[in-house]
């Protein structure tokens, strides 16, 4: 079908036009004030940054509701500085299974095969929009995947494809998964986030949360290649308890640290975790309705059960757009995207660089349904606008 190419202007505009994915946005309330109490012009490894460190931690086991025989770190480089020390340290003692279905999981293979050159690998993919088949997984090797892919807006439904007696590890990316979607903790020996995601955080900093038999693993294997002192989680055999307790490998932001306790706390203050994941899934329904009315738009996630909640990607079914090459799609969209940038109505909402042509709208626990229903207007007219220039 073809949209109308009259839709005037909407009048009611979002409150907060910052959609993207990643720095997302702050949450509601957020102000520069709410800093006031970091510990600046200190070092980290004072008792002070510490105690600031180690609350960043505890927070998190509450928030998140980590188990307590799980290590929680603070890492740096974000997701992937997190996600790479998991797969440097602990890959190559046991055959590996990568699964992926978007552009960070196709890296992490990458990096397996061509950085790690681990021979003995399997790889599980799909196009986007779809899952591997979780059957074929053998939980008899060491198995790396995200939860949620942010490229794709595809996640996992749960984890009941994840085997309760596996001999292998599970490294899973969840950082557009955490804090908005349930974690297994019993099946997940090591989750990565980083707080930019669903808390609104600033970047460059990463979470990296380890299971015992994680721990088991570090502490009885020795990697056959040189790691860098960034990815080093043990020493002389033993873990490093204090990247576990507040003393982290490198200088971390002591103002992004105070950030993100704002930020768990005020997910704390709003019932936590179920809170988080209610308002991620009252945003995600706001976009569905939307899109269910809509000629011209349809899911990337073909599949409704694995739909994510926080980073929605959308396809443009319209037969005079989608029947043109990539490149013209994506020439739409930049004209599209920039019709709302202008506006100062939604920023940010392209579809990552390496996925198929698209919008993509983060609707995690720091965006409001209010300007999510706001923005959909804007979105039809922006669709109008530019399908008529």
């Not at 505890?58 to 509701?65: A, E, I, S, W």
């Not at 590996?96 to 003995?120: H, I, P, R």
């Not at 085997?163 to 557009?176: H, K, N, V, Y």
């Not at 003393?247 to 306790?261: F, G, H, Q, R």
Request: hydrophobic fraction near 40%; charge should be negative.
């Amino acid at each position: 079908m073809t949209a109308r190419l009259d839709v005037a202007a909407p009048q009611v505009r979002p409150q907060n036009p910052r959609f993207s994915s990643g720095p997302c946005a702050k949450r509601p309330g957020w102000e520069l004030a709410a800093l006031n109490g970091a510990s600046l012009g200190r070092s980290h490894r004072a008792a002070e940054g510490k105690a600031k460190l180690q609350q960043a931690i505890d927070l998190t086991r509450t928030v998140l509701q980590v188990p307590d025989n799980y290590r929680i770190g603070i890492v740096p480089a974000s997701d992937t500085g997190a996600f790479e020390m998991a797969m440097w340290s602990l890959l190559g003692a046991r055959p590996v299974t990568m699964l992926a279905w978007e552009s960070f999981g196709s890296g992490w293979v990458s990096d397996v095969v061509n950085q790690l050159q681990l021979k003995d690998v399997t790889s599980l993919s799909a196009e986007y929009g779809q899952l591997p088949d979780l059957d074929k997984v053998d939980f008899a090797s060491d198995v790396c995947f995200t939860w949620n892919g942010t490229t794709s807006g595809v996640r996992v439904p749960d984890g009941d494809f994840i085997s309760t007696d596996r001999q292998g590890l599970t490294l899973c990316d969840a950082t557009s998964a955490a804090f908005a979607q349930d974690l297994p903790f019993d099946k997940l020996d090591v989750t990565t986030f980083s707080w930019q995601k669903v808390l609104g955080g600033e970047g460059g900093h990463g979470v990296i949360i380890l299971s015992p038999r994680a721990v088991e693993r570090l502490e009885n294997y020795t990697p056959s290649w040189p790691l860098p002192k960034i990815f080093r989680l043990t020493k002389d055999g033993k873990l490093i308890e204090g990247i576990f307790s507040g003393a982290t490998i490198n200088t971390p932001s002591m103002l992004c640290v105070e950030d993100y306790i704002d930020a768990l706390n005020w997910g704390r203050s709003l019932g936590g975790l179920e809170a988080l994941r209610a308002l991620a899934d009252t945003n995600f329904a706001v976009l569905a309705n939307w899109v269910s009315q809509t000629p011209w738009v349809e899911f990337l996630a073909e599949a409704p059960q694995t739909r994510s909640n926080t980073s929605v990607c959308l396809k443009i079914v319209d037969s005079d757009i989608a029947t043109q090459d990539d490149a013209a799609q994506n020439a739409f969209v930049k004209r599209f995207t920039k019709l709302l940038d202008d506006e100062a109505v939604a920023f940010d909402i392209g579809g990552y660089r390496d996925a198929p042509p698209g919008l993509r709208i983060w609707t995690g626990a720091t965006v409001e349904a209010s300007d999510l229903e706001a923005l959909t207007p804007w979105l039809d007219w922006a669709f109008a606008t530019a399908k008529s220039a």
